[in-house]
């Protein structure tokens, strides 16, 4: 398994943007399809983005299309999750996570997971 630290996470007013970093440990990090969770109090972890190990094919759901992209840098070790135009909604703790299968929007396809970092968007 990799190990992963997001970072980035913080409080934004609605409309605002951040981005978000995930470091991999793992020399062999250009093999992973990486993805992005949120999962707000109460809910279900919910996907966000997932990006290949190549960078060519990103995918995101309908909630965030248009406003989040995802992006790596396979020499830095690190992918990225940029979050504009954030909406109250979108308030949650972010995971990163990283896949040795094709590329997935589903939890359960993640084998290795970061510890989280909250994003909080004010009204």
């Known amino acids: 398994q990799v190990q992963l630290v997001e970072s980035g996470g913080g409080l934004v007013q609605a409309g605002g943007s951040l981005r978000l970093s995930c470091a991999a440990s793992?020399?062999?990090?250009?093999?992973?399809?990486m993805g992005w969770f949120r999962q707000a109090p109460g809910k279900e972890r919910e996907f966000v983005a997932a990006i290949t190990w190549s960078g060519r094919t990103t995918y995101f759901p309908d909630s965030v299309k248009g406003r989040f992209t995802i992006s790596r840098d396979n020499a830095k070790n690190t992918v990225y999750l940029q979050m504009n135009s954030l909406k109250p909604e979108d308030t949650a703790i972010y995971y990163c996570?990283?896949?040795?299968?094709?590329?997935?929007?589903?939890?359960?396809?993640?084998?290795?997971w970061g510890q989280g970092t909250q994003v909080t968007v004010s009204s």
């Open positions: 793992e020399r062999t990090f250009s093999g992973y399809n």
């Open positions: 996570a990283a896949a040795d299968v094709p590329l997935s929007r589903e939890a359960s396809d993640f084998s290795s």
